[in-house]
């Protein structure tokens, strides 16, 4: 079974940062696509950034720039690193694993706040 532990969530103010950790346990990060979804607060939940298993990254639009997924395949864990949060990043940030392109596992999420 795998499980995916989240962290790193909190208060920040408008143009602060913040990394979000996601370890695995069941499966590693480096075999399979990992991801970062979203979802604020009446609002769906959507894909922030994946990290294939090459290693390829790719973002939604709205946080091109500002962030960046990365992994540690030693520490079976991946990161996303937030700089130049917006008010509208606010949401609970979700770590998952993709399987034939779909979110398969999901970690238990953490909360980003940004203050204006």
């Known amino acids: 079974q795998v499980q995916l532990v989240e962290s790193g969530g909190g208060l920040v103010q408008a143009g602060g940062s913040l990394k979000l950790s996601c370890v695995a346990s069941?499966?590693?990060?480096?075999?399979?696509?990992m991801a970062w979804y979203r979802q604020a607060p009446g609002k769906q939940r959507e894909l922030v950034a994946v990290?294939?298993?090459?290693?390829?990254?790719d973002y939604t639009d709205s946080v091109k720039g500002r962030f960046s997924i990365s992994r540690d395949d030693a520490k079976n864990t991946v990161y996303l690193l937030m700089n130049s949060l917006k008010p509208e990043d606010t949401a609970v940030y979700y770590c998952?694993?993709?399987?034939?392109?779909?979110?398969?596992?999901w970690g238990q999420g953490t909360q980003v706040s940004v203050s204006s």
């Open positions: 069941g499966s590693t990060v480096s075999g399979r696509a």
């Open positions: 990290i294939t298993s090459s290693g390829s990254t």
């Open positions: 998952a694993q993709r399987r034939f392109g779909a979110p398969r596992y």
